[in-house]
């Protein structure tokens, strides 16, 4: 790796976000390109199910450098973050049969009980993106987010239930399983049990989302 290169990964920086919904902190790695940091637009990404989201922001540091995007990537570690944590936002309590399946794809059972959302995992997504244009004095102009394989199950669901105020792009690529516009079945396959959200539901559809 040349000292270029070195340079870049020199200015990868990290700060803590306290996760009410689990008690714990995680980890919330950045990337701003050179340049007055006041023209930047800001994207969230996240990783797929390794949960590897350094790796994932040196990915896209090539992309960032060349449209003036600051890279924001959180890091919904395994230690304290289930599979259902990550794909699902702690929203369901899941448990997984290991037996007859990999890793990946294991058997799950589901409650069809919605938690109470101060549980939801979703709120940190906008509370991170606060916490760093308050930090860098930047204004609020909003952010996109992009997700991969898990990371895409998060970003979809997050489109579908947040209602996030300041997401203004969603960008879901290869994600294992979608949660659809289904009223026949209970999440997460569909929306049967989230009559509650009916309204935050059907304003995600008039959203900026590309699947």
């Not at 973050?81 to 290991?98: F, Q």
């Not at 204004?139 to 898990?150: A, L, T, Y």
């Not at 979809?156 to 947040?162: A, I, N, S, W």
């Not at 309204?199 to 008039?206: D, K, P």
């Amino acid at each position: 790796m040349g000292n270029k290169e070195n340079k870049k990964l020199d200015k990868i920086k990290i700060f803590e976000h306290k996760d009410k919904s689990k008690n714990c902190n995680l980890n919330v790695f950045y990337y701003i390109p050179d340049g007055n940091i006041s023209d930047k637009k800001v994207i969230f990404v996240m990783s797929g199910c390794y949960r590897d989201a350094l790796n994932y922001l040196k990915i896209w540091i090539k992309v960032v450098d060349e449209n003036n995007y600051i890279i924001i990537a959180p890091e919904f570690d395994k230690k304290n973050y289930s599979i259902a944590d990550h794909e699902y936002g702690n929203i369901i309590d899941v448990e997984y049969d290991y037996r007859s399946q990999d890793i990946y794809t294991p058997l799950m059972t589901y409650d069809e009980k919605i938690k109470d959302e101060d549980k939801w995992i979703y709120h940190n997504i906008d509370e991170i993106y606060l916490e760093f244009i308050e930090s860098h004095k930047l204004n609020k102009d909003g952010f996109i987010i992009f997700g991969h394989s898990s990371g895409s199950q998060f970003v979809h669901r997050f489109l579908m239930l947040e209602d996030s105020k300041y997401c203004k792009k969603y960008l879901c690529a290869n994600a294992g399983l979608y949660t659809f516009y289904d009223e026949s079945k209970f999440y997460p396959y569909g929306i049967k049990n989230l009559k509650k959200f009916n309204n935050r539901i059907n304003s995600s559809l008039s959203k900026g989302y590309i699947y």
